[in-house]
């Protein structure tokens, strides 16, 4: 690499420090658990409301409603 000007090098690319990628890092890391976290709450649900469906059983559920 050569030179740091303008916070770009010689070839125009974009120099960061590593503690600005670090903060990217834990930035992305944050979203995808928070993704993660939400996913894992609507299986919760669903496995749930299966698991209701299977202990009224098919006679009840047909006189429900």
Avoid: C, W, Y
């Avoid at 090098?9 to 890092?25: A, H, M, W």
Wanted: net charge positive; charged share 30%.
């Amino acid at each position: 690499m050569g030179l740091v000007e303008n916070g770009k090098d010689q070839l125009g690319r974009q120099s960061i420090t590593n503690v600005e990628v670090l903060q990217k890092v834990e930035e992305n890391e944050s979203i995808l658990n928070t993704a993660q976290q939400r996913k894992l709450r609507r299986i919760e649900h669903f496995l749930r409301h299966e698991f209701l469906l299977r202990d009224i059983g098919p006679n009840r559920r047909e006189n429900v409603g």
